[in-house]
């Protein structure tokens, strides 16, 4: 049982850019979904960004343009790439899969019930 571990986040400017990497995707579920959430101060656990069951990616509104989920080595190691940071996308952000069919998540077309236990991204002015 691999526990999802995310580094990556971090303080920036806003307008700047940070990577996040997420590692300990089990894989059971391969070509379905994989993805990253955040969680706002305050607010309940979004998803932000989400690669579906045919590859596609799917983007929060707020995201799209700034955002980019990519994965290697057939989705095990997932990324996020975020640009152009605002104030408002402070949050804790966790990578996520979907493990099976318990307590499923629902977020961008995509499905999860586990999680990391995230990291933080700070943007200030």
């Known amino acids: 049982q691999v526990q999802l571990v995310e580094s990556g986040g971090g303080s920036v400017q806003a307008g700047g850019s940070l990577r996040l990497s997420c590692v300990g995707i089990?894989?059971?579920?391969?070509?379905?979904?994989l993805g990253w959430f955040r969680q706002l101060p305050g607010k309940e656990r979004e998803a932000v960004a989400c690669?579906?069951?045919?590859?596609?990616?799917h983007y929060i509104d707020a995201g799209k343009g700034r955002f980019t989920i990519s994965a290697d080595n057939a989705k095990n190691t997932p990324y996020l790439q975020m640009d152009s940071l605002k104030l408002e996308d402070n949050a804790m952000y966790s990578c996520?899969?979907?493990?099976?069919?318990?307590?499923?998540?629902?977020?961008?077309?995509?499905?999860?019930?586990?999680w990391g236990q995230g990291t933080q991204v700070t943007v200030s002015s």
């Open positions: 089990a894989g059971t579920y391969r070509g379905y979904y």
């Open positions: 996520a899969e979907q493990r099976g069919s318990m307590n499923l998540r629902y977020g961008l077309g995509c499905w999860f019930n586990a």
């Open positions: 690669i579906g069951t045919d590859g596609t990616a």
